[in-house]
């Protein structure tokens, strides 16, 4: 090197960022973020953090301050996906919140938020909270299990659950048209999402008798033992039709629910999103005691219904008993199956008395397929295969492509 030569002076890491929906709100939250952290600091948008977390430049990232006001609430699930991400690429989370309702924090502080400091911000909180997520925690204990628990896949699918409010309302029908629809959402071929279907339901689960698979014993051994679970068990546990869907089919004997716990839905349900861009979950109609785990875990929670009693009855007390226990009820998606058709005046009166006197909202009505809906199902091949024309079908292929658009991100990260 000659005397005569400069070396540039290399520019400081970016050690946080800033995430907001508005690029031009939460101006206070800007300007002591100057104060505490000089350059050293970026901004994004929602969607640009969750294809930022995997890129080079996001290693240096410490923490990331999440802002959000009422009007995010409608967008929770994207937020709970932003945090998680954040935790399983060791980044800290400091979440700054105006004019938020109590159970919005609480489902966000439940998605792993490590701080919260209200909007406006008060004098030299966000400096203290800086530094709190900024002091190293030296608990080797606490990581160990962390660390050997977290799959080997490098996917965050989106999890949809489906669950039959009522004996009958074609929630198993429902999950498996639409994981063969997801699979077929993209435009180009190569694009096409990969797909998994969990059938929990114990004992009488019958997506593998709708997608015409065997059930093999692999399963009960997996169920078994999900501690002891990894890629390989996991993924020769399942079966695949079509070179579309992989299926974790139900047991070939009937088996108490009990039979597995939270812990062991939450493996089955990181190990299904590590290795596939959307995981569909079949439920028991009864509520369990890890119901509440693929609630929280879901994006969206399907709940399927007729315009009959039964139906109004069971969305009613499903209601309450997620309110009861502070649970995301927000999260549930009432789907009318078999709905009246778009002339029958008297039938779409009765849909909208229905959704009034519940207070909820019905957002998917579909159609009667008819008996090829049950031809199909006999024969073990999905709509699409079978009776491509079908009313029914032709729903389900706009809720696919409306639920591929929403959950692109998921799949945009792992190949970012």
């Given amino acids: 090197m000659t005397p005569t030569e400069i070396v540039p002076p290399e520019e400081e890491p970016i050690v946080a960022c800033t995430i907001r929906r508005d690029p031009d709100g939460f101006e206070l939250l800007i300007e002591d973020m100057e104060a505490a ?8 948008g929602i969607a640009e953090a969750l294809l930022f977390f995997n890129q080079p430049e996001a290693q240096s990232l410490e923490f990331i301050a999440l802002a959000m006001d009422e009007q995010d609430e409608s967008n929770i699930a994207m937020l709970g996906e932003v945090i998680s991400q954040a935790r399983n690429n060791g980044i800290k989370v400091i979440l700054i919140a105006e004019d938020v309702s109590p159970s919005a924090l609480h489902q966000l502080l439940r998605h792993g938020a490590d701080e919260f400091v209200p909007y406006p911000l008060p004098e030299g909180e966000l400096a ?13 204990e606490d990581e160990a299990p962390r660390k050997s628990s977290t799959p080997r896949g490098t996917r965050e699918g989106a999890v949809f659950v489906c669950h039959g409010l009522a004996g009958g309302v074609g929630a198993t029908s429902f999950a498996v048209n639409l994981a063969w629809e997801l699979a077929h959402s993209a435009r180009k071929e190569e694009d096409q999402p990969r797909v998994c ?4 339901d114990l004992q009488f689960g019958a997506v593998g008798t709708y997608l015409d698979l065997p059930r093999r014993e692999a399963i009960y051994e997996l169920l078994s ?8 068990v996991f993924t020769q546990a399942l079966l695949d039709f079509e070179g579309k869907i992989h299926v974790l089919t139900s047991p070939a004997e009937m088996l ?15 190990m299904a999103r590590s290795h596939f861009d959307f995981v569909i979950i079949d439920m028991p109609s009864t509520l369990v005691q890890w119901s509440e785990v693929a609630l929280n875990a879901a994006h969206v929670y399907f709940a399927l219904m007729e315009l009959d009693m039964r139906s109004a009855q069971n969305a009613q007390r499903l209601k309450r008993a997620l309110q009861a226990e502070d649970l995301p009820v927000e999260k549930l998606r009432y789907v009318l199956n078999r709905a009246p058709k778009s002339l029958d005046l008297s039938g779409k009166s009765r849909v909208k008395r229905l959704a009034d006197s519940l207070d909820i909202s019905i957002e998917i009505q579909l159609p009667d397929g008819g008996r090829q809906v049950l031809q199909s ?11 491509g024309k079908n009313p029914l079908r032709k729903e389900l292929q706009k809720l696919a492509r409306s639920l591929f658009e929403v959950g692109e991100h998921s799949s945009s990260v792992e190949a970012a």
């Fill in 37 to 44: 952290l000089g350059d050293q600091w970026g901004d994004l």
């Fill in 225 to 232: 033992d999900t501690e002891s679970m990894d890629d390989d």
């Fill in 128 to 140: 203290a909270a800086i530094d709190r997520v900024q002091t190293p925690v030296h608990d080797p």
């Fill in 256 to 270: 108490p629910l009990e039979l597995i716990n939270s812990d062991d839905v939450t493996r089955l349900i990181e």
């Fill in 197 to 200: 279907v969990l059938d929990l």
């Fill in 377 to 387: 199902c006999d024969h073990g091949q999905p709509l699409g295969m079978s009776a």
